[in-house]
């Protein structure tokens, strides 16, 4: 037989075994289905057809072998991946059907982009692994004997991410500065409260600092400017819709390590209390420090900051229900008057819902992993890297 003859009796043999499968004669189908996989054994699209008609003959496990022929082939096949935890499911054994729906919805397509059966098939698989990935959490927290561990403090944070992660609950985040990385900092999404004796003195001016910000609003904002300002020809990516909007603003201090005089002096409170944080103070970059102001039903989109020398802090001031703030894998609600100190290296997002303005205060600090001589190193590099290239490129920090 030439190479077009099979060609040609292979398609009518693929055809023929569709017809009869969707006429209700799986028998036939698969008799068919095998003879065209006698002629091409590396064709996926066999296999699953034999797959389909074993299964629809009640052989679960023959038909779990020809979608194992379709993996051999090629492992990440979504089809198979997914008809094979349907197969494990029905043959109960659960742990393999859950483990494997984890691996297919990974690697699914859009929901959108799949015919009905299929996003039904889908959409079962994710909520049969989410139980077991429910469950097989509960069972790492009982084993461990964490029942009297707080969930606030170091320890038991750290072991909630790590039997998240362990049960495939959690995505572990790195850091990724658009810049600035110095080696061996611990990438850490919020910090340990501790680190920074200096956060409950701050936290202590909240009201003052409150009322400052209320002034900037009283008079008209003229000093609000939008967050994000993109110069023309800029590549805006995700800031697309942010770029020089008043939907997010910001009513600058510091900015880029000069002071705002004439905001500084209607915020006298707020300089006052920025002075016991401990800052970085790089010429052209550093320290920063202002209100930011999120409208309305406004999103600031997922992204990463530009240096993990330099960690973030945010007082929250005016938070009506509806806001939050995500960085890495751990969501958390602004609560007026506590403060977090967070690492903007590591992706991050924050929402208002509401219909109310929402206000904080964002300073930058030192990472406090890093010891003087580090911190002097880092200030020294930056500073010759500005010589180098003639100065600070617009948009960068520390």
Not at 38 to 46: M, Q, T, V
Not at 70 to 97: C, D, N, Q, V, Y
Not at 255 to 267: A, D, I, M, S
Request: some cysteine.
């Amino acid at each position: 037989m030439t190479s077009a003859e099979e060609t040609a009796t292979l398609a009518a043999l693929k055809d023929s075994a569709d017809h009869a499968l969707r006429s209700g004669d799986p028998r036939r189908a698969r008799e068919l289905f095998q003879r065209a996989l006698n002629l091409a054994p590396r064709r996926i699209e066999l296999h699953m057809g034999l797959a389909a008609c074993e299964r629809a003959l009640g052989d679960l496990e023959a038909s779990l072998a020809s979608v194992e022929g379709a993996l051999a082939i090629e492992p990440r096949f979504f089809p198979a991946l997914l008809m094979k935890g349907s197969l494990l499911e029905a043959l109960g054994r659960t742990t393999a059907a859950a483990t494997l729906y984890g691996v297919a919805t990974k690697l699914a397509p859009p929901l959108d982009s799949l015919a009905e059966p299929t996003r039904r098939a889908l959409t079962h698989a994710r909520e049969v692994h989410d139980r077991h990935a429910a469950d097989l959490a509960a069972s790492l927290r009982a084993e461990a004997g964490l029942e009297d561990v707080s969930p606030t403090t170091a320890l038991g944070r750290k072991a909630d991410i790590f039997i998240e992660a362990m049960a495939g609950r959690r995505k572990i985040f790195h850091q990724e500065p658009v810049q600035f990385h110095y080696p061996g900092l611990p990438a850490i999404e919020f910090h340990e409260r501790s680190q920074f004796p200096w956060l409950e003195a701050l936290e202590a001016r909240t009201e003052a600092i409150r009322a400052e910000v209320l002034s900037v609003w009283s008079d008209g904002s003229p000093g609000l400017e939008p967050y994000v300002s993109y110069p023309p020809g800029a590549p805006v990516d995700q800031w697309a819709d942010l770029n020089h909007s008043l939907d997010w603003t910001a009513y600058h201090l510091w900015f880029y390590g000069e002071r705002v005089e004439q905001h500084c002096q209607k915020c006298p409170e707020t300089v006052a209390a920025l002075e016991m944080v401990d800052q970085p103070h790089i010429r052209g970059r550093s320290p920063a420090a202002m209100f930011s102001i999120l409208k309305p039903r406004t999103r600031i989109p997922p992204h990463t900051g530009v240096s993990n020398a330099r960690l973030v802090v945010h007082l929250p001031l005016i938070v009506p229900d509806g806001c939050a703030f995500r960085v890495g894998g751990e969501t958390r609600p602004w609560r007026e008057g506590e403060a977090w100190v967070f690492d903007d290296t590591i992706e991050h997002e924050a929402w208002n819902d509401s219909g109310l303005p929402r206000a904080i205060l964002i300073c930058d600090c030192w990472a406090p992993t890093l010891s003087d001589e580090e911190r002097e190193l880092i200030c020294r590099l930056t500073a010759a890297l500005d010589r180098f290239q003639g100065g600070p490129v617009t948009g960068e920090g520390l």
